[in-house]
Protein backbone atom coordinates (compact mmCIF):
# COMPACT_ATOMS: atom_id res chain seq x y z
CA UNK A 1 0.00 0.00 0.00
CA UNK A 2 0.88 3.43 -0.79
CA UNK A 3 0.96 6.49 1.37
CA UNK A 4 -1.06 8.85 1.04
CA UNK A 5 1.79 11.56 1.40
CA UNK A 6 2.25 15.37 -0.51
CA UNK A 7 5.61 17.02 0.13
CA UNK A 8 5.99 20.94 -0.78
CA UNK A 9 9.25 21.48 -2.02
CA UNK A 10 9.52 24.58 -0.31
CA UNK A 11 8.98 22.93 3.31
CA UNK A 12 10.48 19.23 2.44
CA UNK A 13 8.62 16.27 4.46
CA UNK A 14 8.49 17.82 7.77
CA UNK A 15 5.03 19.07 9.09
CA UNK A 16 4.70 22.24 9.73
CA UNK A 17 3.81 21.85 13.50
CA UNK A 18 7.17 20.05 13.91
CA UNK A 19 9.03 22.97 12.35
CA UNK A 20 7.41 25.36 14.80
CA UNK A 21 8.61 22.79 17.74
CA UNK A 22 12.22 22.61 16.29
CA UNK A 23 12.46 26.30 16.26
CA UNK A 24 11.44 27.04 19.51
CA UNK A 25 13.34 24.22 21.08
CA UNK A 26 16.52 25.79 19.37
CA UNK A 27 15.52 29.31 20.49
CA UNK A 28 15.30 27.91 23.70
CA UNK A 29 18.57 26.24 23.52
CA UNK A 30 20.95 29.43 22.36
CA UNK A 31 19.05 31.42 25.61
CA UNK A 32 20.46 29.23 28.07
CA UNK A 33 23.81 29.00 26.30
CA UNK A 34 23.41 32.57 26.71
CA UNK A 35 22.00 33.41 29.54
CA UNK A 36 24.35 31.23 31.05
CA UNK A 37 27.37 32.41 29.80
CA UNK A 38 26.47 36.10 31.53
CA UNK A 39 25.70 34.16 34.75
CA UNK A 40 28.45 31.98 35.27
CA UNK A 41 30.81 35.46 33.79
CA UNK A 42 31.81 34.23 30.73
CA UNK A 43 35.02 37.06 29.78
CA UNK A 44 33.38 38.07 26.68
CA UNK A 45 30.53 38.90 28.51
CA UNK A 46 31.73 41.01 31.70
CA UNK A 47 33.77 42.81 28.63
CA UNK A 48 30.51 43.02 26.89
CA UNK A 49 29.02 44.80 29.90
CA UNK A 50 31.68 46.65 30.50
CA UNK A 51 31.90 48.19 27.19
CA UNK A 52 28.14 48.74 27.56
CA UNK A 53 28.53 51.29 30.52
CA UNK A 54 25.46 49.77 32.60
CA UNK A 55 27.48 47.30 35.42
CA UNK A 56 27.16 44.21 35.98
CA UNK A 57 24.59 43.60 37.32
CA UNK A 58 22.61 44.39 33.93
CA UNK A 59 24.78 41.43 33.17
CA UNK A 60 22.71 39.08 35.20
CA UNK A 61 19.94 40.54 34.74
CA UNK A 62 19.96 39.93 30.94
CA UNK A 63 21.06 36.17 31.95
CA UNK A 64 18.32 35.76 34.50
CA UNK A 65 15.63 37.08 31.73
CA UNK A 66 17.13 34.86 28.81
CA UNK A 67 17.23 31.75 31.19
CA UNK A 68 13.92 32.04 32.46
CA UNK A 69 12.55 32.80 28.68
CA UNK A 70 14.03 29.71 27.06
CA UNK A 71 12.48 27.77 30.42
CA UNK A 72 9.02 29.40 29.23
CA UNK A 73 9.52 28.54 24.98
CA UNK A 74 9.76 24.75 26.20
CA UNK A 75 6.59 25.16 28.14
CA UNK A 76 3.56 24.95 25.83
CA UNK A 77 1.13 27.27 27.87
CA UNK A 78 4.19 29.57 28.72
CA UNK A 79 6.09 29.78 25.26
CA UNK A 80 4.02 33.15 24.13
CA UNK A 81 5.46 34.59 27.25
CA UNK A 82 9.03 33.20 26.82
CA UNK A 83 8.80 35.25 23.57
CA UNK A 84 7.53 38.69 24.97
CA UNK A 85 10.27 38.93 27.31
CA UNK A 86 12.78 38.17 24.60
CA UNK A 87 11.26 40.73 21.97
CA UNK A 88 12.20 43.91 24.16
CA UNK A 89 15.39 41.78 25.42
CA UNK A 90 16.63 41.02 22.02
CA UNK A 91 15.67 44.92 20.79
CA UNK A 92 18.25 45.92 23.66
CA UNK A 93 20.59 43.41 22.33
CA UNK A 94 20.12 44.83 18.61
CA UNK A 95 20.52 48.78 19.75
CA UNK A 96 23.69 47.78 22.06
CA UNK A 97 25.55 46.04 19.31
CA UNK A 98 24.47 49.43 17.05
CA UNK A 99 26.08 51.42 20.13
CA UNK A 100 29.59 49.44 20.21
CA UNK A 101 29.62 49.57 16.76
CA UNK A 102 28.93 45.97 16.38
CA UNK A 103 27.17 43.74 13.73
CA UNK A 104 23.45 43.89 14.93
CA UNK A 105 22.12 41.12 12.82
CA UNK A 106 22.13 38.40 15.27
CA UNK A 107 20.07 39.78 17.82
CA UNK A 108 17.64 41.25 14.82
CA UNK A 109 17.47 37.37 13.75
CA UNK A 110 16.38 36.05 17.18
CA UNK A 111 14.29 39.08 17.61
CA UNK A 112 11.97 38.05 14.49
CA UNK A 113 12.28 34.62 15.32
CA UNK A 114 11.59 35.81 18.68
CA UNK A 115 8.39 37.77 17.06
CA UNK A 116 7.15 34.93 14.92
CA UNK A 117 6.64 32.55 18.05
CA UNK A 118 4.78 35.34 19.80
CA UNK A 119 3.06 35.67 17.10
CA UNK A 120 1.73 32.11 16.74
CA UNK A 121 0.76 31.70 20.27
CA UNK A 122 -1.01 35.33 20.20
CA UNK A 123 -4.51 32.95 20.71
CA UNK A 124 -3.62 32.32 23.62
CA UNK A 125 -3.24 36.03 24.50
CA UNK A 126 -6.06 37.25 23.06
CA UNK A 127 -7.89 33.95 25.40
CA UNK A 128 -6.87 35.31 28.51
CA UNK A 129 -7.73 39.05 27.34
CA UNK A 130 -10.95 38.89 26.18
CA UNK A 131 -12.84 37.74 29.49
Known sequence: MIANHTATPATGNIPTARRGRVAIIALAAMFVFAGSSKLLGAPAMVGLFNAIGLGQWFRYF???IEVIAAVALLIPSAAVFGAMLLIPTMFGAAAANLFLGQ?????????????????????????????
Open 62 to 64: TGV
Open 103 to 131: SPAVPLVLLLVAVAVAWSRRNQLQGMFSN
